[in-house]
């Protein structure tokens, strides 16, 4: 890529999270080209809309959407804004589609999803973690709402670079991507540590909005649901130190002060379950509840929660 060209973007999967991320950047004028499967057909006609209470009312009409990876132009950085569920069967779409030493950007939940993808991909690929701090949720094929925040917090994972300055410089320019686009967004040294923080908001409001059918205005108004919300954040907290990770003390009270002043707002999870699609048990409870176990350290309530949720994920499907 020439110095002074903006680099081309792939979105892979175009639901709320793609589509929104997307079109911000397209706005700001990145070449971005989305990847969609069930909704091709409605945003190659009508390009994507978003409702935002933040920014207004956004069209991106015509979009560059596609089919299928291989019709894809070669892009320098792909975005993935599927569910973690999915990240296996994404890999061969990722590599037609990425650029030789293209930067992958999971935008998704959970710890260590990256794990099972990179050994499916090209050496050759950056893999880097981004943790989206927004309320957006998609109300039709190519419709998306957006109520609120929208920082990106990015980190390295994996890839050619070894050395930590070098992978910073990579970070920074996706953090650079994001705020050229208008969006908060922070270079994050430690992937894990970024992983973790988000874990503190998603562990209690994702599962307790399915089990208990409340979106978050509801969840803050009961005393019981607060005590446990906050019961759950300080859980996330002690595994995160357990696995050397160190959260800021007062961080946890900050996400549960936020959340009361934010707009109603029914999680990513929930919008899964009621649409009858696999939740992310494994990367949002599974996977933190082994990490912290193998570090000696055990999450009595997350470990509840994640067994009821598996019971009703089970017969949901």
């Not at 991320?21 to 990847?35: I, T």
């Not at 961080?251 to 549960?256: H, K, N, Q, V």
């Not at 929930?270 to 176990?293: N, V």
């Not at 000696?296 to 089970?314: M, N, T, W």
Request: aromatic share 8%; charged share 15%.
């Amino acid at each position: 890529m020439q110095s002074g060209v903006k680099p081309r973007i792939g979105m892979i999967g175009t639901g709320a999270i793609g589509g929104f991320y997307g079109v911000m950047l397209a706005r700001a004028g990145y070449d971005v080209h989305f990847l969609l499967r069930s909704e091709f057909g409605a945003v190659a006609e009508n390009g994507l809309q978003i409702d935002s209470a933040v920014h207004g009312a956004l069209s991106l009409n015509p979009a560059q959407a596609y089919r299928s990876a291989v019709e894809m132009p070669p892009c320098d950085w792909l975005l993935v804004g599927a569910k973690t569920t999915s990240n296996a069967e994404l890999a061969p779409a990722i590599t037609q589609a990425a650029a030789d030493g293209a930067k992958v950007l999971l935008l998704q939940n959970g710890l260590d999803v990256e794990d099972d993808l990179r050994p499916l991909l090209p050496d050759s690929l950056h893999l880097l973690g981004g943790l989206c701090l927004i309320c957006v949720h998609r109300v039709g094929p190519g419709v998306i709402a957006h109520q609120a925040l929208g920082a990106v917090n990015v980190g390295y994972h994996s890839g050619p670079c070894a050395d930590q300055a070098q992978r910073m410089v990579i970070v920074e320019e996706a953090a650079t991507l994001f705020r050229n686009a208008g969006i908060d967004a922070q270079a994050m040294p430690c992937l894990q540590l970024a992983r973790w923080q988000k874990l503190v908001w998603n562990v209690p409001y994702n599962g307790l909005s399915v089990l208990l059918g409340a979106s978050t205005t509801p969840l803050m108004a009961n005393d019981h649901s607060r005590e446990l919300i906050q019961a759950l954040m300080g859980e996330v907290v002690r595994g995160a130190q357990a696995c050397g990770h160190h959260i800021t003390p007062g961080y946890a009270e900050y996400l549960f002060t936020m959340t009361e002043k934010m707009p109603d707002y029914w999680p990513s999870m929930y919008h899964d379950y009621s649409h009858k699609r696999a939740l992310e048990l494994d990367a949002i409870y599974g996977r933190p509840l082994a990490a912290a176990k193998a570090a000696g350290c055990g999450l009595p309530k997350i470990e509840a929660l994640y067994q009821a949720l598996a019971f009703v994920d089970r017969y949901n499907r």
